[in-house]
């Protein structure tokens, strides 16, 4: 059979590798794992070829787990070999799990570790490949071989984002500028692979009074054997940028660093009511609902005009009981404490819908992965409601995977393991506080974990869940994988069946399970969706706590699905990657910058999307508060109109988002994406996106009304604005 050659001249779906000369989309796949498959001279004519765009489950490969191989043939152009350097770079995206890389024979790069190493199976299925490679060992325009040594831990497996790129290499290939944080203080590093020489710049920015405090600049020699160390020096709401630009390649690297600087106001000791203006329960579930009104404690709490069957703790201002007839029952809500009263009018909705505005509460998964606990969740739960985000909103505790024992009971019920000796106790606590309890789960027979699943057990596990006091299920593709790809039938219906099935069982329990799919947007589940009667689903693959992550997930990926959006069926770009968080037992604090997560709340707002708090709330600090916390921010994503923001306009690396709101004001976000700060001309701005004749512009994270004028905006910033209309 003739080999698999290719060769294109230009880099289609590459990632930033601009000069990059040649790109392939397919390689020979074989499952198994054996030293010869690395050499050039090896037979693989028989192999399976596989794209490159696409994992490799998604390809009909079953039982993924384990070590397969992708051997990738092309011709490397001697043209790559002409330029300022002696080497090329080879770029494969990001890899599940682990891999060792080899071109023609020779081992050129390894990202992750394999079961047999010291360090055992190490995945990192979402860190992009970039290796250089001498030119000795490349056959110039001749055929060439890449063999990748793939460990799959978990599903997918394998290549699944882009083709493979090879290239000339840039800057970042030879030179790493990093911002380094130990205690308190911060130094920026750069380190070379090659030496290198070029101009180090340092600008030290106040963010608030938006002005230069200090710059400075000078040439520096970098080599592999002296890396440059600058220290750092940052007060209050400062932010230091050190860039560096090398002579020979022309480029700029850029490492930040900011003080988390608070631009909520604090709240007033006299009672403010921040929560939703609205709650949706269908006829006869239990109503749980806690009054969310800050304010200095003791606080009372009334409510007029409370339907027969419901009921109100005064002390904890919780709302239990049940409706029976269907129909809107408007309240008002009253709460009052030694410095004076506040009333918030309000709606009970009893009907078909459920989640009404996105659900806001706590994740177990980002901070503590596989090793969450019962003392872990119950933490989390009091510090929700001791350190005061309960009156903010914030309601559902929702405990991800690896709550489930290794073994069904006798009868087939689902059990929980060791680490949660009494959940149902924990649901009826959180109950009683006006929280909800979430639980995970997925519709094959393993979780993501390794956990049991639910399949064949559908009905069973959703009585029990019902018995514990569960209020919301996310629910998990993963395992399913096992059933559906092997299955030729790959349409609509085949992906929404397990959804549907589950959904059937959770509408004949006695009360409101929310229901959120968790299957990474998989055949455009935004239009499908609300068929299965979902709440909400998730758009993407999972959220990490980097700039690449929050960029390609939140500005990329939501662009176009705002009509898919509304009161009962949201779009989920995934959980909140701000605070200390790990998915582990080992916390750290967010790589986000401040500025960053400022963005990445301000759009997770904007987009109506789910609010889930993905850290360890018994350890925020204020920043995390107050970036948290900030009613009128929160009141645009719990906005009762429903509307999702659209982009409406992306120039020279901005983005400005936009949505309406219920009381005829538009929200709207201008995001600089780029690594230098941006000034911009606030009317000329509104001006572009349809924003002429404005009366009035509030700044909504400094809760205050701002004028026209020149405004900056740090990279990867937000200005995020309420705007009233003439």
């Not at 506080?433 to 959703?462: F, V």
Request: include cysteine; charge should be negative.
């Amino acid at each position: 059979m003739k080999k698999f050659l290719l060769m294109v001249a230009l880099a289609l779906g590459c990632s930033v590798l601009v000069s990059a000369q040649v790109s392939v989309k397919e390689g020979r796949f074989r499952k198994g794992d054996n030293p010869a498959w690395s050499q050039a001279g090896f037979n693989d004519s028989d192999w399976q070829v596989l794209s490159l765009e696409k994992d490799w489950t998604l390809q009909g490969i079953q039982n993924p787990y384990g070590y397969a191989w992708y051997r990738i043939h092309l011709v490397i152009p001697s043209s790559l070999k002409q330029g300022s350097t002696d080497r090329i770079v080879l770029d494969l995206g990001p890899i599940d799990d682990a891999d060792e890389t080899f071109l023609n024979g020779t081992l050129v790069g390894k990202t992750g570790s394999n079961p047999g190493d010291a360090a055992g199976f190490v995945g990192e299925w979402q860190t992009p490949r970039r290796y250089l490679v001498e030119p000795k060992l490349v056959r110039w325009d001749k055929d060439n071989v890449i063999a990748v040594r793939v460990y799959n831990g978990g599903d997918p497996g394998g290549f699944y984002a882009r083709p493979i790129c090879l290239g000339k290499p840039e800057l970042a290939d030879f030179v790493q500028l990093t911002m380094v944080k130990k205690e308190d203080r911060h130094q920026a590093v750069i380190h070379a692979k090659a030496q290198s020489r070029g101009l180090v710049k340092v600008v030290v920015r106040d963010v608030l009074e938006d002005k230069v405090v200090s710059e400075k600049e000078w040439k520096a020699t970098v080599s592999p054997r002296a890396d440059v160390a600058i220290p750092v020096t940052m007060q209050g709401q400062q932010q230091v940028t050190v860039t560096y630009t090398d002579d020979k390649f022309g480029e700029t690297l850029t490492a930040s660093a900011s003080a988390p600087y608070i631009l909520t106001p604090p709240a007033p000791a006299t009672p403010r009511y921040n929560g939703p203006l609205v709650f949706g329960v269908r006829p006869g579930s239990p109503v749980i609902f806690r009054l969310a009104f800050s304010g200095e404690k003791p606080m009372k709490y009334a409510v007029e005009g409370l339907p027969e069957g419901v009921s109100l703790d005064p002390d904890k201002g919780v709302l239990s009981g049940s409706v029976a007839k269907a129909g809107d029952y408007p309240l008002v809500l009253v709460a009052k404490n030694a410095k004076g009263e506040a009333r918030a009018e309000f709606t009970l909705k009893v009907g078909a819908r459920i989640g009404l505005t996105p659900p806001m509460g706590w994740n177990s998964w980002n901070c503590w992965g596989l090793s969450v606990s019962q003392e872990k969740v119950m933490s989390s739960a009091a510090a929700l409601i001791n350190r005061g985000l309960a009156d903010y909103g914030y309601a559902y505790i929702n405990i991800d995977d690896a709550w489930e024992a290794e073994e069904r009971a006798p009868d087939g019920r689902i059990v929980t393991n060791e680490k949660f000796p009494d959940i149902k106790g924990l649901g009826d606590w959180l109950h009683s506080n006006g929280l909800k309890m979430g639980i995970y789960s997925s519709p094959g027979d393993r979780t993501c974990g390794g956990y049991l699943g639910t399949l064949d057990h559908e009905q069973q596990d959703a009585e029990t869940w019902n018995e514990w006091g569960v209020d919301y299920l996310k629910y998990d593709w993963c395992g399913y994988r096992k059933v559906f790809n092997p299955d030729p039938d790959h349409s609509v219906a085949a992906y929404a069946r397990p959804y549907m099935k589950m959904q059937q069982y959770l509408r004949q329990q006695p009360r409101d399970i929310f229901y959120s799919l968790c299957q990474y947007g998989m055949a455009q589940v935004w239009t499908w969706g609300h068929a299965v009667d979902a709440n909400s689903w998730r758009t993407t693959g999972d959220i990490t706590d980097t700039w690449e992550s929050l960029y390609d997930i939140g500005f990329k990926r939501q662009v176009g699905l705002h009509p898919y959006a509304g009161p009962g069926h949201w779009n989920d770009p995934d959980m909140l990657v701000v605070g200390k968080v790990g998915w582990s037992n080992s916390l750290r604090d967010s790589r986000l910058t401040p500025d960053e997560q400022y963005a990445h709340i301000s759009l997770w707002s904007l987009l109506a999307a789910n609010m889930l708090i993905g850290c360890d709330i018994a350890q925020i600090d204020d920043f995390t508060f107050n970036l948290l916390c900030n009613n009128e921010v929160n009141a645009v994503n719990q906005d009762i109109l429903g509307h999702q923001a659209h982009m409406d306009l992306e120039e020279d690396g901005v983005q400005t988002w936009s949505r309406d709101l219920y009381d005829g004001s538009i929200a709207v976000g201008i995001f600089n994406l780029n690594e230098e700060t941006l000034p911009v001309d606030l009317a000329g701005a509104l001006a572009k996106v349809g924003l002429e004749e404005v009366a009035k512009v509030r700044d909504l994270w400094r809760q205050k009304d701002i004028p026209m004028g020149l405004y900056h905006i740090a990279p990867h910033g937000v200005l995020y604005l309420k705007v009233t209309v003439k």
